[in-house]
């Protein structure tokens, strides 16, 4: 099967959209398929591109036995909900004008959002290639910006809703990543039939239990100390505020040490506010490869997962909860609903109240002081990812769902 994935966000990006889609398309290389995947030059979450890829309007290069089709795109930090918008839409138009005449006969087009600009693409792609028209959805648009205090009910976003209902009812699968988002969408009148669930998973060959990076602990001065790492976007959804009351909270224990790894929009308002308020057991990283970030998670005694406390995050799964619990690293999360539910089922989580300083600041002192439930954590964890999240696994179910169109 020839197979067309369309994604703003591809490798060497880092984050949770780069990793499913490389990985998915990666296996379905190995069974045997033609994989073609459409993407901008890589530039998220900081906005430059790497020099390799500068001054071009289109490249095409082979990774792992994926076609790979990069296009222009308006580079630029992961801020600033204008500049992010210009950003999406110049992805929309170069990913059709550059490379749709590149790619003969495709038997199926699967568009990845967010961003919701890229189902455009995809759409007009399927109805010149005469392919099937496969949706994966990431996050429910707009309801997560209007949520999230981005945008305002109204005319435009009831205007984006209607696009973005008549686009599900275009399509001939939707492909979903938790249970609640399949909920909403059937509830809003859409098939039940056409609509499936393929959840985020974990590569085991890279997230696996190691031991502790001794560069890292001699970088970071982290010998001897207790790490708690929280890895990831630094932006609104994750209100990592929180984690620094947490941790200025927690300064008397001069054996406990945090690491925010990562990149957002609210990075530079964090580091302001721990100069501010002289919080000096939390070190800002850099954002990291992939192949660093299992090191880190290794290096960690425990990892966080926090959430903002909104309704619809109920129905978000944080995909580096998988690849965390892979390293055998106990996880303390602060969220609600689905989530929570599969962090509890796999006995490697302490579980509490999102944006709450003091549940999460009681649970780290719980397993910092109970040796016995953290080595407990640690074991149920790879198993529990293995039977259940297993990225291998889950493509192999993807990929029978879409040749089924």
Partial sequence: MKIVVISHYFPPEIGAPSARLYEMARHWVELGNEVHVVTCFPNHPTGIIPKKYRGMKYM?????????????????????????????????????????????????????????????????????????????????????????????????????????????????????????????????????????????????????????NKDIIKKYNLNEKFVISYVGAHGISQNLSTILKVAKSLEDDKE????????????????????????????????????????????????????????????????????????????????EGESADILKESKAAEVVKPDDPEQIKKAIKKLKSDKVLLEKLKKNGPAFVEQNYSRRKLAEQYLKIISET
């Avoid at 222009?72 to 918008?85: D, E, H, L, Q």
């Avoid at 305002?152 to 976003?157: A, V």
């Avoid at 984006?160 to 938790?178: A, C, G, N, P, Q």
């Avoid at 903002?308 to 995050?313: C, R, V």
């Fill in 60 to 212: 095409y290069e082979k990774m792992d036995g994926i076609h790979v089709h990069r296009n222009y795109v308006y580079a630029t930090p992961n801020k600033g909900f204008i500049k992010k918008t210009l950003g999406h839409i110049s992805f929309m138009f170069s990913s059709v004008l550059l490379s749709m005449r590149k790619i003969k006969n495709p038997d199926v087009i699967i568009t990845s959002s967010p961003t919701f600009f890229s189902i455009f693409s995809g759409y007009w792609y399927s109805s010149r290639k005469k392919a099937s028209f496969v949706l994966e959805i990431r996050d429910l648009w707009p309801a997560a910006m209007i949520e999230l205090g981005v945008m305002k009910e109204g005319f435009i976003t009831d205007t984006l809703e209607k696009m973005e209902l008549f686009f599900y009812r275009k399509s001939k699968r939707l492909i979903m990543v938790t249970k609640s988002f399949k909920e909403n969408v059937v509830n809003r009148g859409i098939d039940e039939n056409k609509v499936h669930v393929i959840t985020n998973g974990v590569n085991q060959d890279l997230f696996y239990p190691k031991k502790k």
């Fill in 256 to 335: 406990i040490q945090f690491l925010f790894i990562g990149e957002g929009a609210e990075k530079d308002k964090l580091k302001q506010i721990a100069s501010e308020q002289e919080i000096k057991n939390v070190t800002f990283v850099d954002s990291q490869p992939k192949e660093v970030i299992q090191e880190f998670y290794n290096t960690s005694d425990i990892s966080l997962i926090p959430l903002k406390d909104i309704e619809l995050f109920k129905t978000f799964i944080p995909s580096k909860m998988f690849e965390i619990m892979a390293c055998g690293v106990p996880i303390v999360a602060s969220l």
